[in-house]
């Protein structure tokens, strides 16, 4: 069976593929405890970002929202979806579009922070009780040595 993966994106104000989106993030946070976020908080956050969004035949499997200045807000993978390279992928775009590209990872969240290191953000800083249950997060950002100046490298040889 052939799948066709399409990249589609939901522009600041637009928030045509919420739903979806919220639902996604729900199954990751009651398989994984992640992406802990209040439906409110979610949905306001979303509808002020540019959603990157990745479809499977029309059934949502990725999303990235990043703000303005490139602070990536959510990342997620269905759980089924995972090892495709989908969340590099959406990190590509959206490093491609920002200068600089930044983000917070819970501090327990291990997979998390291995993926991003991987790709070549650095931990800049420990926030202690930065979540709203007193968890504390790393503060990420992109790096030199990074996917951006990776694909720099092969795009423009």
Excluded at 51 to 71: K, Q
Excluded at 73 to 94: E, S, T
Aim: contains cysteine.
């Amino acid at each position: 069976m052939s799948v066709t993966v399409e990249k589609r994106i939901d522009q600041p104000g637009d928030a045509e593929h919420v739903s979806a989106t919220w639902e996604l993030k729900e199954t990751i946070r009651k398989e994984e405890g992640v992406l802990r976020q209040r439906r409110g908080f979610f949905t306001d956050a979303y509808r002020r970002s540019r959603a990157h969004l990745l479809f499977e035949n029309d059934d949502l499997v990725a999303f990235a929202c990043v703000r303005r200045d490139g602070y990536l807000l959510f990342l997620g993978v269905a759980p089924d979806a995972r090892g495709r390279g989908y969340a590099q992928r959406l990190i590509a775009d959206i490093a491609e579009e920002h200068r600089s590209v930044t983000c917070h990872a819970r501090s327990t969240n291990e997979n998390a922070i291995g993926f991003y290191k991987h790709l070549g953000f650095e931990v800049k800083r420990r926030i202690n009780d930065y979540y709203e249950d007193g968890g504390d997060a790393y503060y990420l950002k992109l790096g030199r040595d990074s996917l951006r100046d990776r694909l720099a490298d092969i795009v423009h040889g």
